[in-house]
Structures are given as C-alpha cells and as structure tokens.
C-alpha cells in the first residue's frame, strides 16, 4: 500500500531554472517518459534557434547541420515530453522531426527550388510545432506519473 516514488520529473510548475533546463536536457536525452514543463521546452527551443540561426548568418553551414544532428535525439524526446504535459502523444513530436530534417537535407540539395520547398516545409513544421506545444499544462494528463501513469 505504499507509494512509489517516480525519478521522472513531474511537477510542470516546478521553478526550475535555465542551467537546470540544458542539465535535464541532456540526462534525459533518451527518456521520452514523462513530462517536461513549459520553460523546460522553450528554453532549451529558443536557445537552439538562435545558435543555429547565428551559425547560417556568419556562413557556417556545417555547424549548424552538425548541431541539429548532435541535439537531435534529446530535443525529439524533449519534445515528446512536452507533449505529454499537455496530454497529447509524443508521437506529435513527429512533426518536428520531419521539419529538422528537412532543414539539414537542404544544406545538400543543389536545385533552388528544391532548397525552398524543404526549407517552407521545415517552416510550417515548427510552426505546427509551436501552435501544439503553446497549449497549457495539462494537471490531468496520463502520462504524468503523479496521475497514475506506470510504464
């Protein structure tokens, strides 16, 4: 009759801060268990974006495609985790995915119009992303293990 106690973090309002956010980050790069909160996701989001848009502004295309793959696998699974906070699937999180991929596959696409097309396409996929993942913390969501959820 006694409780367990989960090392997943479940608290979506918990206070946690920005070094915390990149530790949780890269501990949980291959735990899509769980949820992550609101500034969990946005911190690490807008860090990213900024890093690589920096590294495409100043002309280093590598660095930026070699980030996206480095920050891959943990951003996917941080996103799942989003997910779950607001009680829709990490499976969503496909959508991103689609969208990063497409934005590193057009560093080697030669055809203009094809460097576009995947470029508009990574666009709608983050902006698809970002409209999901704006919705609030769900307290009720099953994946969270306060709420019963066992894997």
């Not at 989001?45 to 295309?61: D, E, H, K, P, R």
């Not at 070699?66 to 985790?81: D, E, H, S, V, Y």
């Not at 596959?105 to 508009?120: D, Q």
Request: aromatic share 18%; charged share 15%; net charge positive.
């Amino acid at each position: 009759g006694k409780q367990l106690k989960h090392n997943i973090p479940t608290d979506p309002y918990r206070n946690i801060s920005f070094i915390e956010c990149y530790k949780e980050f890269f501990v949980n790069t291959f735990n899509a268990k769980g949820v992550a909160s609101f500034k969990e996701f946005f911190v690490i989001f807008c860090s990213l974006v900024v890093i690589i848009a920096l590294l495409n502004i100043f002309g280093f295309y590598s660095a930026s495609t070699t980030t996206l793959i480095i920050t891959f696998i943990p951003f996917m699974t941080l996103t799942a985790r989003r997910f779950h906070d607001t009680n829709k699937s990490g499976a969503y999180s496909s959508i991103l995915g689609l969208g990063i991929i497409c934005f590193m596959f057009r560093a080697f696409v030669e055809k203009e119009t094809v460097v576009i097309l995947l470029f508009v396409i990574a666009i709608i996929c983050f902006l698809i992303t970002i409209f999901l993942l704006f919705k609030p913390t769900d307290p009720k969501s099953r994946w969270n293990p306060v709420n019963g959820y066992m894997d």
